[in-house]
């Protein structure tokens, strides 16, 4: 059965400035009766063990999964050390979903720099993410690159990667609003790989994402995991995720 889950950056604004932190998030996630909360890391207060340990009993006893954590990652660099920082930063990200209990990390591709070709950036990616997989086995925790823009604007370029990759431990974080053409054909092209996914409102230019349809394909294809809503629009979160919320338990649950 598809569960219906909440993204912390859906509150983005309420943890940037402090008004919410991620006890108030999964509390949040509690009322709205989510299965379960995704843990982007951005706005962490700190990143002892003890902290991590406290947010994953604090959802345990709210009944609630976590279902992913998230960090932002560039690997389109032609600068081999800058690149492997990112590497670092992906290993750092795993060893905390790993202390919260999340099956998998939501990282990006990257965006192709200006003088190189596609090739370059794709194998880039790839080089990048082939050194990663293993301290992911180690870890218990799937990779999951999600379809950012950039050099994964396009499904075949998500598919491609994964391909080259080639690890059980390498997977997709389908977002459902980034595909910008052919929306739904792609969605379609990508949910086979997809281990989780990413529910908004709707795509770029506000055109609203037909869920009916969607549900549609998710069933065709067999997926049977998390719907983490990504709230992106001009509504507060506080009255726009359980609106949304609402509408994707009605349809799916």
Excluded at 25 to 32: R, S, T, V
Excluded at 142 to 162: F, P
Excluded at 176 to 190: C, D, F, Q, W
């Amino acid at each position: 059965m598809i569960k219906i889950g909440c993204a912390a950056y859906s509150y983005r604004d309420y943890l940037k400035d402090g008004r919410m932190r991620y006890e108030g998030f999964i509390e949040e996630a509690y009322k709205i009766r989510l299965d379960g909360v995704e843990l982007t890391l951005y706005w962490l207060p700190s990143k002892d063990k003890s902290y991590f340990r406290k947010l994953k009993r604090l959802s345990l006893f709210h009944g609630l999964s976590i279902s992913c954590a998230g960090i932002s990652t560039n690997f389109c660099n032609p600068n081999p050390s800058e690149r492997k920082k990112e590497i670092e930063k992906v290993k750092e990200g795993l060893d905390i979903a790993c202390e919260l209990g999340a099956p998998c990390l939501r990282v990006f591709g990257g965006y192709l720099p200006e003088g190189y070709t596609e090739a370059d950036a794709m194998g880039w990616v790839t080089e990048a993410l082939q050194s990663c997989v293993g301290y992911a086995e180690d870890k218990g925790v799937v990779i999951a690159m999600e379809n950012h823009g950039g050099i994964t604007a396009k499904a075949d370029n998500v598919i491609e990667i994964v391909k080259n990759v080639d690890s059980p431990w390498f997977r997709v974080n389908l977002d459902l609003g980034n595909y910008r053409e052919s929306v739904y054909e792609e969605i379609a092209k990508t949910v086979p790989y997809a281990v989780h996914i990413h529910a908004k409102v709707s795509v770029a230019g506000g055109v609203k994402l037909d869920y009916q349809k969607i549900k549609e394909i998710l069933e065709s294809k067999g997926y049977n995991g998390f719907l983490s809503i990504e709230y992106e629009e001009k509504e507060d979160p506080k009255i726009g995720v359980p609106k949304f919320a609402k509408h994707l338990m009605d349809l799916f649950c």
